[in-house]
């Protein structure tokens, strides 16, 4: 980044982002000062610190705005820098900026030495930058592949349970700047899974490349996207005492409504409102209901330290650990149906991996920009108005018609079917088992003997037909 225009392009970034951390890879340049960092990102980043690069290879620098945010315990290894972030609320995890070079011995030393750095910083953690390598095949959009090394990276990343953060946008991040180009996913953003769960909110999003050939990379950790909450029916309500009977309240609609598709509408709608009416009165906020039985158990905790407490305080604060102790089982099964996983059985896993799962796939369906025109919209409200005003232009208005056809002067036959809506009869379902094959035949019988034995034969004074032969 020697050239003063390309300064000025990369400036526009981090401007336009107000963003509070800038990572550079392959910066190519040996030495770094306030200047240079000014030029490129704007007065506001007065903290820095840089890798040198190798005559023109390499380089990494990660700059800071110190108002919002301090970077201390600042580490050097031969290709990243890794620093421990500190925000204004008090939250702190590791943030590793890297520049991997192109020869496989040097990427081996990069992940033996990434390896041991994470050794000695313990934590939520974050790995960002340039790795010069993909993890899967569909990361390339031609089929020259290092699988050897794709191997390596994997394992790296599944040794330390790293989690590949979702890439809005675009799907590759480099390109070789060629007619027939060459397109691979080489930069990415990979995180703990406890830095992950403490930025549930967080958005990866691709930018355009601009000047490089890279595609810069825009991390947001409060992506507040809040779309409208959606009616969500939660299993353990069937074990709760009346339902039932709000279920019965609740499937009732206006009389006047005859049209059987806004009828059905109206019936679901108004359960759905019922019913987390009901869910609501019934159980309330779980983690709400856990933070205030949790803070009654600990002022007991205090006060028994002091005194001995009385039969009803040493009653409620029995009857508030078996509280949470539901309540906790409760939120589990709840994360577990959000996270739509199947394939575990209870006990096999905790709460963290249910959120974990359900909040990757939320991230993954989230549309963070809609481009409107010449306009990129963020706001929920705005991109919704934008999908409604797309599909009522892709649908079109209903047009009064001109002309008609009048049917009845085109002699067209008519059908009757109206014994379409006439239940079965017995001789006919006996009549369709008879001309069965055997061995389907042989199965339907047993059925329709099991029934008869259960709940009498099929008509009275009737028994089962022979239909053996």
């Known amino acids: 980044m020697n050239d003063p225009a390309k300064r000025s392009a990369i400036r526009e970034f981090p401007t336009s982002l107000h963003v509070s951390i800038v990572c550079i890879s392959e910066t190519k340049v040996a030495e770094v000062d306030e200047f240079y960092v000014s030029q490129c990102l704007g007065p506001s980043f007065d903290g820095f610190v840089f890798l040198p690069a190798d005559e023109t290879r390499g ?13 201390g315990h600042v580490s050097f290894d031969t290709y990243a820098i890794t620093g421990e972030v500190m925000t204004i609320e008090g939250a702190k995890w590791w943030l590793t900026t890297v520049y991997v070079p192109q020869a496989a011995d040097e990427k081996i030393l ?22 010069n390598m993909i993890l899967n095949a569909h990361e390339k959009n031609n089929e020259n592949l290092d699988r050897n090394m794709m191997r390596r990276f994997g394992a790296f990343v599944h040794e330390h349970e790293l989690k590949d953060l979702y890439m809005h946008g675009r799907t590759y991040t480099w390109s070789n700047e060629r007619e027939q180009a060459t397109l691979t996913r ?42 409208k909450r959606r009616f969500k029916f939660e299993s353990f309500w069937l074990k709760l005492e009346g339902f039932e009977e709000a279920v019965k309240e609740a499937w009732v609609c206006d009389p006047a409504i005859v049209d059987p598709f806004r009828r059905l509408d109206a019936l679901y709608r108004n359960a759905a409102e019922h019913l987390q009416s009901w869910g609501q009165k019934k159980v309330g906020n779980v983690k709400l209901n856990i933070a205030i039985a949790n803070t009654l158990i600990l002022r007991l905790d205090v006060a028994q330290e002091r005194r001995m407490l009385t039969p009803m305080e040493l009653w409620l604060r029995r009857m508030l650990k078996q509280y949470v102790l539901g309540l906790a089982s409760l939120e589990r099964t709840m994360a577990r149906q959000r996270s739509r996983i199947r394939w575990l059985r209870e006990g096999d896993a905790n709460t ?13 369906n989230h549309i963070a920009t809609v481009k409107v025109g010449d306009e990129i919209v963020t706001e929920q409200n705005l991109k919704v108005e934008a999908f409604t005003e797309a599909y009522f232009q892709l649908l079109g208005q209903m047009q009064p018609r001109e002309h008609s056809i009048n049917l009845d002067e085109l002699d067209i036959p008519t059908a009757v079917l109206q014994d379409l809506d006439a239940m079965f009869t017995e001789e006919e379902i006996w009549g369709v088992v008879k001309d069965l094959p055997r061995t389907e035949r042989q199965g339907r019988m047993a059925s329709l003997e099991r029934f008869t034995t259960e709940h009498g034969p099929l008509s009275k004074g009737t028994s089962s037909p022979d239909c053996s032969n």
């Not at 963290?352 to 993954?364: D, I, Q, W």
């Open 110 to 131: 990069f992940l033996e030495e990434l390896t041991e750095r994470r050794s000695l910083c313990p934590g939520p953690w974050v790995v960002a930058g340039d790795f």
């Open 186 to 227: 080489i930069d990415r953003v990979l995180v703990s899974v406890d830095w992950d769960l403490q930025h549930f909110d967080s958005v990866l999003q691709g930018l355009s490349s601009s000047v490089s050939d890279h595609a810069p990379l825009h991390l947001a950790l409060n992506a507040a996207f809040r779309p």
């Open 352 to 364: 963290s991996l249910f959120h974990a799962v359900a909040n990757g796939r939320r991230v993954k």
């Open 59 to 71: 380089g990494v620098v990660m700059a800071w705005d110190t108002s919002v945010i301090q970077i």
